[in-house]
Nanobody
Framework: VQLVESGGGLVQAGGSLRLSCTASGFTFDDYAIGWFRQAPGKLREGVSC????????YYANSVKGRFTISSDNTKNTVYLQMNNLEPNDTAVYYCAVTNNYYTDWEPLGDYEYDYWGQGTQVTVSS
């Protein structure tokens, strides 16, 4: 199982980036895919989640209306489209997957996830 994130970079406030999370060694079909971020000196926080088998999506309140999670099964890739970026969005962004989700699980809880990518830096300048 390998996850590779890409698409990070430096952008001005109000700009957009699209992050990609590409999987190898498995397919997303039976997995939930989460995006998380960690800013310096802060705890890692859940940003968004996509559940492949039913298409359910989840977002942190801080990104609702600005970020959109989607998938391309042909490329085994999940995307995080980030619009109207703010300096507070600056962080290392990670994708993670689990196939152990269950009723009443926490889609944005990092403890729910089993495999993680290496992260990609997003920096938003004011």
């Amino acid at each position: 199982v390998q996850l590779v994130e890409s698409g990070g970079g430096l952008v001005q406030a109000g700009g957009s980036l699209r992050l990609s999370c590409t999987a190898s060694g498995f397919t997303f079909d039976d997995y939930a895919i989460g995006w998380f971020r960690q800013a310096p000196g802060k705890l890692r926080e859940g940003v968004s989640c996509f559940v492949a088998d039913d298409g359910a999506t989840y977002y942190a309140n801080s990104v609702k209306g600005r970020f959109t999670i989607s998938s391309d099964n042909t490329k085994n890739t999940v995307y995080l489209q980030m619009n109207n970026l703010e300096p507070n969005d600056t962080a290392v962004y990670y994708c993670a997957v689990t196939n152990n989700y269950y009723t009443d699980w926490e889609p944005l809880g990092d403890y729910e996830y089993d495999y993680w990518g290496q992260g990609t830096q997003v920096t938003v300048s004011s």
